[in-house]
């Protein structure tokens, strides 16, 4: 079962979707998540959730709450194949770091638990939710601290929001020169404000975007790879940069809930 449920009002500018997952055998085989530079938050209330990746391999632990960095390299789901819940949070591009008084640098391709993001805090919201039975009951707690997180935190950085909103309303497109001049700041200047904000820089940004372009219009064909890229030998170096596979080898795997994660 893998439900959508719409965020709150408040947090609809910030929240994409939130999901609800549940199964008796677990997830199936073959759930590659290509970079989609939406972090992302994960409840494992029935048994565990384990991400691999060529950086790391890491589990998230049943009745935790892990946050899930901006990730530039594909990671590998995986669960036991047996009785398992999960819900997942996924940020806008722009979001995250409003919630959280750290740099999104520290927190890029790798997972931490609502304790090291939050101290004790994160400790007591993890078990306020870990008590509730109903899965859409934690939904709501971790919908209302993370509306008081926003409030109180009052974090905003309107150079990073324009350049973000720039990037993807081009797919990726846009050149850093053109981001330079529409905004009047540096290469230099933005790559340290967006590792903050969001934890990778630009260039990086505009190539997942324009990788999440292709991926998603690809099976209509409403797009030439050359729309988007330079010849066929960047497009294929890009699709394993961010799948690790081939193109053909990928679109052979059956991927339902890697490509809705």
């Not at 997180?149 to 053109?178: A, C, H, M, P, Y």
Request: hydrophobic share 40%.
């Amino acid at each position: 079962m893998l439900l959508f449920i719409q965020p709150l009002p408040q947090l609809k500018l910030y929240i994409t979707r939130i999901w609800l997952f549940q199964s008796d055998h677990g997830l199936p085989d073959n759930n590659i998540v290509a970079p989609n530079a939406r972090p992302k938050i994960i409840i494992p209330f029935i048994n565990t959730i384990t991400t691999k990746s060529a950086l790391a391999t890491r589990t998230c632990v049943e009745g935790g709450i892990f946050f899930i960095g901006v990730r530039d390299v594909p990671v590998a789901l995986s669960t036991p194949k047996s009785r398992s819940g999960s819900i997942g949070f996924e940020f806008t591009t722009e979001a995250a770091y409003k919630f959280f008084r750290v740099s999104m640098s520290d927190l890029a391709n790798d997972l931490f638990s609502f304790k090291d993001c939050y101290g004790d805090e994160g400790t007591m919201i993890e078990k306020q939710i870990e008590d509730l039975q109903d899965p859409y009951d934690k939904i709501q707690r971790l919908q209302d601290f993370l509306v008081f997180k926003l409030r109180s935190l009052q974090r905003t950085n309107d150079i990073v929001d324009f350049s973000i909103n720039l990037i993807s309303k081009s797919n990726g497109l846009i050149g850093i020169r053109e981001l330079e001049r529409k905004t009047g700041y540096t290469k230099r200047y933005l790559d340290l404000l967006f590792k903050d904000h969001l934890g990778i820089a630009p260039k990086t940004l505009s190539t997942i975007l324009r990788f999440q372009y292709f991926y998603k219009v690809v099976g209509n064909q409403k797009k030439s790879i050359y729309d988007l890229y330079y010849d066929e030998s960047h497009f294929i170096k890009e699709f394993k940069r961010y799948t690790g596979y081939s193109p053909g080898k990928f679109a052979a795997m059956s991927n339902d809930f890697g490509r809705h994660f």
